[in-house]
């Protein structure tokens, strides 16, 4: 049996945005500024511009370089695969899906003036959903706890003491809702 016939397409949801993020970076870097602002980053725009909804969801997508790509898809290609399996490739979707359009929202509202791109938000929604490994009722798993103080503590830190070009308003974003998302999960987990 050939190697390629081995291969599984194991994560679909991890994989396919994995892969549509070097499809943009690639198409970034061939088109330009241009293409990214467009299509793949979010920015208080007019309520009249269709591709302003579009962005809302599409700017996870996009990555100023090749390290801010390989940054963000190391983390989602070495979590997304356990957290796909643990909730299923429809949940992690509509995941992923509510905390773009979250964090789009809240940087389109709060933040007039800053333009949003990056898996950022993604990569710690993940980081949390997958330090939720099994909540009993009535019970907090201390590596929620330490994971919630060790990333989302040092992500406020940072917005508050740190003046640079990352998001850690959109890193607080996407724990927060990898926390509910993960709490909430489990509670309605059938057992």
Not at 13 to 39: E, K, M, P, R, W
Not at 41 to 68: A, C, Q, V
Not at 153 to 178: K, L, P, R, W
Request: charged share 10%; hydrophobic share 50%; glycine share 8%.
């Amino acid at each position: 049996m050939s190697l390629l016939k081995k291969i599984e397409y194991n994560a679909p949801v991890t994989l396919t945005f994995s892969l549509i993020s070097l499809i943009v970076l690639i198409l970034y870097n061939i088109i330009g500024d241009g293409f990214l602002s467009f299509a793949a980053m979010t920015y208080k725009d007019s309520l009249l511009n269709p591709m302003m909804y579009i962005r809302l969801i599409t700017h996870i997508f996009g990555h100023l370089s090749w390290e801010h790509f390989l940054g963000n898809m190391s983390y989602v290609l070495l979590l997304g695969p356990m957290v796909e399996e643990k909730y299923g490739s429809e949940k992690l979707l509509v995941m992923i899906l509510a905390t773009a359009l979250i964090a789009g929202i809240l940087n389109n509202v709060l933040f007039t003036d800053i333009a949003l791109c990056g898996a950022s938000g993604i990569v710690f929604m993940l980081i949390v959903l997958s330090s939720v490994t099994s909540v009993e009722k009535g019970k907090l798993p201390l590596t929620l706890v330490l994971v919630m103080i060790i990333y989302l503590g040092a992500e406020i830190y940072n917005a508050i003491m740190v003046t640079d070009s990352i998001s850690q308003f959109t890193h607080i974003v996407g724990g927060i809702c990898g926390s509910i998302f993960g709490l909430v999960s489990d509670k309605n987990k059938k057992v």
